[in-house]
């Protein structure tokens, strides 16, 4: 009781500061939601500061599902004195996550998850966690489904931290009771939480066009698009200020205001549309590759991580896939078909996991690990892909 009078006390000091940095980075106004819990409520994922755009919609203190690092971080320790973060390990299992938020939602809390698992790369909402739907009508709790507009060109995953202001909205699209939720099936609750959440960010542009200002619009892009549509020279894409290069062919597009490329010989008009031809030729890469290695890059650092804990340095160097083995920067192999979780944190920090153990990749140099991720599920649909 202490600490849910602590979690209250501070959700509402934080909340007008919220709506004030909100609205001066973004542009942000929202539906208020006065629903009375306990609640689930289940936004769509494209920016860094989400959960700011929640605390303005909400007056009543959520406890978030977030990242583990969070709580790896420096200040992680304050930050679940004041909030209860409840952690979940990327690329790892999410059975300890879901005990968290039953338990939270049956002692009367609100809890936030952003069923994605994780933030767009293109615009688009990303494919919702499975059995997310059998989790909410298990809990007992009211669910609330809120959709962001705008955040994908105000915050691009891709973009390193840069924020772009143009105009967020938040709208709060579905509220369920308990009761009707036990009354449809699991799959039939999965299905309209899909329906709610569903997001284009670039339909939505093409109807109406709003810009987005900021420096260096299109810096990082080379962590997502790493194929030329040019000349397909991997890895040799390079971003500077507005622009994005290959330096093979010296293809050069300008990354516009609007969230569009420009430029001379544009094949792809688009991030999403560039990004779909770009799984379509990692999807025959490997269909021909044999005993090539498919991806391999070099500079990276492999960690062990004890979740919600620690992380331990295991060696740095090269990583290579091969269509049945992932070889790791310390020599060691994994299985393709060994995984049972592959995500990426922010633009490139990659975490993958077996059944007994959770890895993190790293790199001090701009490169592109979301090609791993892509590949993987490619080869094995079963993997959780983005928890």
């Keep these: 009781m202490q600490a849910r009078k602590r979690h209250a006390l501070l959700w509402k000091g934080i909340r007008p500061l919220a709506s004030a940095a909100a609205w001066l980075l973004f542009n942000f106004d929202t539906d208020i939601c006065r629903e009375k819990g306990p609640m689930i409520v289940l936004p769509n994922h494209n920016a860094d500061l989400d959960p700011l755009f929640l605390a303005c919609a909400f007056p009543e203190p959520l406890y978030f599902v977030a990242s583990e690092h969070i709580l790896r971080s420096k200040a992680g320790a304050f930050l679940h004195w ?59 709790a009211k669910l609330v489904t809120y959709r962001l507009e705008g955040t994908y060109f105000s915050n691009p995953r891709w973009a390193g931290g840069s924020i772009r202001r143009g105009k967020v909205h938040g709208s709060i699209v579905g509220v369920y009771e308990p009761e ?162 592959m995500a990426v944190m922010g633009p490139q920090d990659l975490y993958f996991s077996t059944k007994s153990h959770n890895y993190l990749i790293t790199s001090d140099k701009i490169c592109c690990t979301s090609k791993y991720l892509t590949a993987c599920k490619i080869i094995d649909s079963s993997l959780i892909f983005g928890i």
């Design 82 to 140: 004041a909030t209860e973060i409840i952690p979940r390990q990327k690329g790892g299992s999410a059975s300890s996550t879901v005990r968290s938020i039953l338990r939270h939602t049956h002692d009367g809390h609100d809890v936030c998850l952003f069923p994605e698992g994780n933030r767009s790369w293109d615009g688009v909402t990303r494919p919702i966690t499975p059995a997310t739907g059998k989790m909410v009508r298990l809990s007992g």
């Design 180 to 341: 009707y939720l036990r009354s449809i099936s699991a799959k039939a609750v999965q299905e309209l939480i899909e329906r709610d959440l569903f997001e284009n960010a670039y339909d939505r542009q093409r109807k109406k066009a709003v810009k987005f200002k900021g420096r260096h619009l299109a810096e990082h892009l080379e962590t997502f698009l790493f194929i030329c549509p040019h000349c397909r020279a991997e890895g040799r894409m390079r971003s500077e200020g507005d622009y994005l290069h290959c330096d093979e062919c010296g293809t050069a597009l300008r990354y516009t205001a609007e969230g569009f490329f420009a430029g001379e010989g544009m094949i792809f008009d688009t991030v999403l549309d560039w990004g779909i031809w770009q799984k379509e030729i990692i999807a025959k890469k490997l269909e021909n590759s044999v005993d090539e290695p498919v991806f391999s890059d070099d500079c990276l650092k492999l960690y062990a991580v004890n979740t919600a804990e620690s992380e331990k340095l295991l060696a740095e160097g090269k990583m290579t896939l091969y269509r049945d083995r992932l070889v790791l920067p310390d020599g060691s192999e994994i299985g393709t078909h060994d995984f049972s979780g």
